[in-house]
């Protein structure tokens, strides 16, 4: 590329953005310091980049473990309703104490009566809903204070414990 400049607009240019000039006959020649980037600087670019990869697939990796654990929490705040809203349901039944349940993690054969239906249906739900044989129920309902605890397993979750309990307490 040629170029024509003057003696003095060639004192004005800077040296780094130009690097040597050239004179061939009236003509200033530019020839630029550097062309491009290094190898060692790609090289380097690319060890950056793919450190900061590795980072974000491990943050993602622990934001799904520990949506899951949420989720199992979630569940067992609803699960503990589902029960207190049977629990008032058949009041007179849990007052008497027919629903007081000991720590059961296994879904009780079917009964014939609405008390048996309902642990029933109410632990095999637990089951569906937290995942498995460690996930357990309990109910105690003492003169019109009744307790139900749902248990899980929350493993897979980051430092998650072997097994949490979630309590909820009313009165009828």
């Known amino acids: 590329m040629w170029v024509e400049f003057s003696p003095e607009a060639l004192q004005v240019l800077p040296q780094s953005r130009t690097g040597a000039a050239r004179r061939s006959g009236?003509?200033?020649r530019l020839v630029p310091a550097q062309?491009?980037?290094g190898l060692l600087e790609v090289l380097v670019a690319v060890?950056?980049?793919s450190i900061g990869l590795l980072g974000m697939a491990a943050l993602q990796v622990n934001s799904l473990k520990n949506n899951q654990a949420s989720f199992q929490r979630t569940q067992a705040v609803m699960l503990s309703y589902l029960a207190m809203d049977v629990l008032r349901t058949n009041r007179t039944a849990a007052i008497a104490g027919d629903y007081n349940l000991d720590k059961t993690c296994g879904a009780p054969p079917l009964g014939s009566s609405l008390v048996a239906s309902d642990k029933m249906f109410w632990l095999s739900v637990i089951q569906e809903s937290l995942g498995g044989e460690s996930?357990?129920?309990e109910i105690s309902c003492q003169s019109r204070v009744c307790t139900v605890r749902v248990y899980w397993g929350e493993e897979r979750?980051?430092?998650g414990a072997s097994e949490h309990m979630f309590e909820t307490t009313t009165q009828l």
């Open 26 to 28: 009236g003509h200033v």
């Open 35 to 37: 062309c491009g980037f």
């Open 47 to 49: 060890a950056v980049l």
């Open 135 to 137: 996930s357990c129920g």
């Open 157 to 159: 979750a980051t430092g």
